[in-house]
């Protein structure tokens, strides 16, 4: 079964590194990419063949579930394949890029935020006391948080669920 899951995975990234040649796409970050640490060896050889470099950020504390990535065009940030490895702050909640372009260094971060209210309050106190995320990074992300959950929270007709989102202004 592992194997299964392994070529689902490969076959879902190879769809993605189609899809951003195709639209041109130079930077890609991923959440929730819910792969384990083997997949790096399988998923920088793919990058690599698109073009890409990959840093792979691999969940530690929630059995490989979860996990960022940032994946970057190697054309565009002259970028070797030695820059492809496991990377990940926060138990793989925090993957960052350090690039060159135009003859600047720049920092791509992508970041995934607990959906729990609990431990979304503790990623960002643990994220704000890091200083993890360098000053002029651009930081992409899936943050589990919106501004007013009345405008940006859709529930199932007949649901009566509630937003958690005591911990939008950390």
């Not at 995975?9 to 590194?17: S, V, Y």
């Not at 690599?48 to 190697?74: C, E, N, P, Q």
Request: glycine share 8%.
């Amino acid at each position: 079964a592992a194997s299964d899951v392994y070529k689902r995975q490969n076959q879902k990234m190879g769809g993605l590194l189609r899809w951003a040649n195709e639209i041109q796409l130079d930077i890609l970050c991923i959440q929730e990419h819910n792969a384990p640490r083997e997949r790096l060896a399988a998923w920088s050889v793919m990058a690599w063949r698109a073009g890409f470099s990959i840093k792979l950020g691999v969940a530690t504390r929630t059995g490989g579930r979860g996990g960022t990535a940032v994946l970057a065009r190697r054309s565009t940030f002259d970028l070797s394949r030695d820059e492809s490895r496991l990377h990940g702050e926060m138990s793989g909640g925090v993957t960052k890029m350090k690039v060159k372009w135009q003859g600047h260094g720049m920092n791509f971060v992508s970041i995934y935020v607990p959906v729990h209210p609990a431990k979304r309050e503790e990623f960002f106190i643990k994220l704000k006391r890091s200083n993890i995320i360098p000053k002029k990074s651009i930081v992409m992300g899936d943050f589990n948080c919106v501004e007013n959950p009345l405008l940006d929270v859709k529930h199932a007709e007949g649901a009566d669920s509630v937003y958690a989102n005591a911990h939008a202004p950390l």
